[in-house]
């Protein structure tokens, strides 16, 4: 087995939460969503915000923010 570069661990982690990113915006726009899994994604949400801008991709702050706060609703 292979191990991935550093490089590429990065590029695989920010290509899954990119997509987990599209996964909640889609449940935050819809009400039959169960309240629980909305509050452990909102979870997710913000560590990977954290995370994200500790990086220096700040860029996304404000879209992750608004998918936290649709989610809250």
Not at 64 to 72: D, K, V
Request: hydrophobic share 45%; glycine share 8%.
């Amino acid at each position: 087995m292979t191990k991935l570069s550093d490089d590429d661990l990065e590029r695989l982690a920010m290509h899954s939460a990119f997509g987990l990113l599209l996964v909640t915006k889609w449940m935050a726009g819809r009400d039959d969503v169960d309240p629980q899994i909305r509050e452990r994604l909102r979870g997710h949400v913000s560590a990977i915000e954290g995370v994200l801008v500790a990086r220096g991709h700040d860029w996304i702050k404000d879209e992750l923010e608004a998918t936290e706060a649709a989610l809250g609703q």
